[in-house]
């Protein structure tokens, strides 16, 4: 079992910036891919961001020059850094960890984004 542990998210006005954390109980070094998906009321859940194990970083069209994914291995945390947020931003965050076939997730952090 590994478990996925999210911080940040908030409130924000439209134009801001906030950070989400996430750590995972096994090193990084193990984990096939990392990363953020996200849901919207009434909503499907939707990719946000990722990286592999090499490095290799994938975003949502939607997001792309806006949001930034980056990994401390040292702490086996990936951080998302948002900036100029939208109100279409507001979604329920939740951290992604895949090893070999298997998903695990966190229990998701709020981000909401006023206009």
């Known amino acids: 079992q590994v478990r996925v542990v999210e911080s940040g998210g908030g409130l924000v006005q439209a134009g801001g910036s906030l950070t989400l954390s996430c750590e995972a109980s096994?090193?990084?070094?193990?984990?096939?891919?990392m990363g953020w998906y996200r849901q919207a009321p009434g909503k499907q859940r939707e990719l946000v961001a990722t990286?592999?194990?090499?490095?290799?970083?994938n975003y949502a069209d939607s997001v792309k020059g806006r949001f930034t994914l980056s990994r401390d291995n040292a702490k086996n945390t990936v951080y998302l850094q948002m900036s100029s947020l939208k109100p279409e931003d507001t979604a329920v965050y939740y951290c992604n960890v895949l090893i070999v076939r298997t998903d695990y997730w966190g229990q998701g952090t709020q981000v909401t984004v006023s206009s």
């Open positions: 990286i592999t194990r090499q490095g290799n970083t």
């Open positions: 096994r090193t990084i070094l193990t984990i096939n891919t």
